[in-house]
């Protein structure tokens, strides 16, 4: 996942970002709304990081959120067949 999917989708990024790191408020998250280096720079001052270490817990973030979208487009198939095969149970049958 590159930045600009990040940034574009934030509302649900942000969810997930809140849950990781607890000591971000709404607010903090309202104010970041997708700027990668307001991110950066608040986890830095939330958490007592440097510089270097909070750009790399942003990428590694980032990485993360990549991973769980490829599962979820490899799980999201067997789940269409499923729904797929659900509803041919409700079909009437030809006579």
């Known amino acids: ?6 940034k ?3 509302s649900s990024v942000s969810q997930q970002v ?8 709404d607010e903090d998250l309202a ?12 986890l830095e001052q939330r958490y007592g990081d440097g510089r270097a ?3 790399r817990k ?4 980032v990485q993360e959120l ?3 979208t490829e599962r ?4 999201s198939w067997p789940q269409r067949c499923w729904e797929n095969i659900r509803s041919y149970r409700h079909a009437k049958p030809r006579i």
Do not use: C, H, N, P
């Open 66 to 68: 990549k991973a769980q």
């Open 8 to 10: 574009r989708d934030w």
């Open 31 to 42: 104010m970041i709304s997708g700027q990668r280096d307001t991110f950066v720079k608040l």
């Open 53 to 55: 270490e909070a750009e």
């Open 1 to 6: 996942m590159k930045w600009d999917q990040v």
């Open 72 to 75: 979820s487009k490899i799980l």
């Open 18 to 25: 809140k849950l990781k790191w607890g000591k971000f408020t």
């Open 58 to 61: 942003v990428d590694a973030f």
